[in-house]
C-alpha cells in the first residue's frame, strides 16, 4: 500500500470492493445458470416466468434474464418490485416488454407497496400450468411489496384501511430496535404474501417448480426470515410466537385491531401461515446467492492486494445496540494500535439496531435538563445505525486521545450499509476518526447530544465524514472496517 495514501480514499476504495463482493448481478446470473444447467431433464417447452423483489431486484432480474438468454429459455412474464426505478444505463433499466416494473414503499410500506402486491397477484393468476417461477429475493422486500392478509382488510373494512395498519405495525417494529429477523418474524404473519403464502399461491396456479434465488440482508441466512419467507413456511409455532411479541411488550405498543388480528386481544388466535408440510413447499428450491460474507471477504481480499499488512476478519457477527458496537470497536483498535507491526485492518460485518423509543426517552432527558444545550430540539431524526456506530466509535477515539493516547490518531473507521442507503437519509454511514468530534463542534454542533438524540446524520454532514456513493443495488446488512496506521 502507497503509505501516503490517505485513509478516507484507502477505506472508500474498500467499501466499493465490498460492494462488489456482493454484486447482483453476475451472481445471479451464474446460479440460475446453474441451476438448469444441473437439471437437463428439465422440459424446455415449460413456461419461464420470473418475479424480482427487494432492493437489488432490478440487477437480479438483469442476471437472471442473461442466463436464461444463454440457454435460450424464453420468458413469458415477470415483475421487478424495487425500491427505485433504475436510471438509463443503470444494470436492469432496459427491460423487455414482458417484465413489468413497480417501485415499493421503503422502509415503511404505503400505497405503492400495496400496488406492487397487487401486481404480483395479477402475475400469479397468469401463471400457466405446469410453469417453472424463478423467485429472486434481496432486502427490503418485506416493505416494497407489503400487502395486509385477508383477515386485517376484513377486520377494518378494506385493504387501503388495512394498509395504514400495517405501516404503523411496521413503523411501531422500527422504532422499537428490534433485530430484522425479529421483526420479520411479526410482520409476515400479517402480510400477504408473508410466510410462505407465495409460494402455495404460486403452486395452486400450476408452478410446477419455484427456485428462489436470494440475497441475504439478515443474520444466519435463515430462509424465513429473507424477504419475510414469501416461499418459506414459518419456523415459529403459535405459542412462539405469541411469546415473541410478549417479550417486546407488543400488547402495548400496536393498535387494538393489530392486535386482535396478532392474537394479542379477545379470544383470537394469530393469522394461520401455511403449514410446514404443505405440498407446495416440495416444489420450492432455494439457493442463497450473496450474503454479508461475501462483502466482508471481498473488503478483506482488496485490502490485502492493496498491501495492508494485516488483514483480520472477525467471525462473529456485529449485532445489538450500534452506539455500543461503535464504542467497542473503537476501544479493541485502540488496544490493537500498539501492537501492529505495520499497517492493519480490522474487518466485521452484520446488522446492529438503534432503539427509536429509548432515543426518544434520552432527547426528553436532555430538554429537561436546565444545562443541556436543547438547540437540536427542533430537528428532525436523521441518521442510521452506521452513522450512529461511527459517530460513538469517533467520541471514544476523542476521548482516548484528550488522555494522551497518541494511537488514536493513527485510527480511521469505516461503517456503512452495501445499499448505499443508512436508515432515512443520503448517506451509506461515515468514515472517522479522533478529530470529526473537534470539526462537528467547530460547525457549531454537539455531537454527544446529537448520538444521543438520534441526530448523528448532523455531525457527520459538519465534519465532511459522511461517505454518499448513491443506491449500490445490492443489499447485504452493513460492513465495519478500522484502519490502524503503523
Known sequence: MNSTQHPRALLSALYSAAV?????????????????????????????????????????????????????????????????????????????????????????????????????????????????????????????????????????????????????????????????????????????????????????????????????????????????????????????????LDAHDMRSRVERVMGTVLGLEGDGDPPRVPATDHPAFARVGYTLVARNADAVQALASEARALGVAQVVVQQVPLEGDAAERGDQLARLALHTAPHVQGDTLLVCGGEPVVNLRETADRAMSRLDDESSDASWSDEPLRGGRMQVLALAAALALEEAAAHGEASAWKITLLAAGTDGRDGPTDAAGAIVDAAVPALARRAGRVPEDDLVTGRSWFPLEAADALLRPGPTGTNVMDVVALLIRA
Open 20 to 244: 462488489q463482493g456482493a454484486a447482483p448481478f453476475p451472481r445471479t446470473r451464474d446460479a440460475v445458470h446453474a441451476w438448469f444447467t444441473a437439471r437437463p431433464a428439465l422440459s424446455t417447452h415449460a413456461p419461464v416466468y420470473v418475479i424480482a423483489l427487494g432492493k437489488a431486484a432490478p440487477a437480479m432480474m438483469a442476471g437472471a434474464l442473461d442466463a436464461l438468454e444463454q440457454l435460450q429459455r424464453p420468458v413469458h412474464g415477470g415483475l421487478v418490485v424495487a425500491a427505485h426505478e433504475p436510471k438509463r444505463g443503470e444494470i436492469g433499466s432496459d427491460l423487455p416488454s414482458q417484465i413489468m416494473l413497480m417501485v415499493g414503499d421503503h422502509p415503511v410500506p404505503g400505497p405503492a407497496s400495496l400496488d406492487a402486491a397487487d401486481a404480483l397477484d395479477d402475475l400469479v393468476h397468469r401463471i400457466d400450468d405446469g410453469s417453472i417461477v424463478l423467485v429472486l429475493l434481496s432486502g427490503g422486500t418485506t416493505a416494497l411489496c407489503a400487502a395486509p392478509i385477508a383477515a386485517l382488510s376484513q377486520a377494518v373494512g378494506d385493504a387501503d384501511r388495512a394498509q395504514a395498519h400495517v405501516a404503523n405495525l411496521a413503523e411501531t417494529l422500527l422504532e422499537s430496535g428490534l433485530a430484522i429477523h425479529e421483526m420479520n418474524a411479526i410482520r409476515r404473519r400479517v402480510l400477504r404474501w408473508g410466510a410462505g403464502r407465495l409460494a402455495v399461491s404460486l403452486a395452486q396456479h400450476g408452478a410446477d417448480q419455484v427456485p428462489v434465488f436470494a440475497i441475504s440482508d439478515v443474520i444466519g441466512d435463515d430462509p424465513a426470515v429473507i424477504g419475510s419467507g414469501p416461499c418459506s413456511p414459518d419456523p415459529l409455532d403459535d405459542a412462539t410466537f405469541l411469546a415473541l
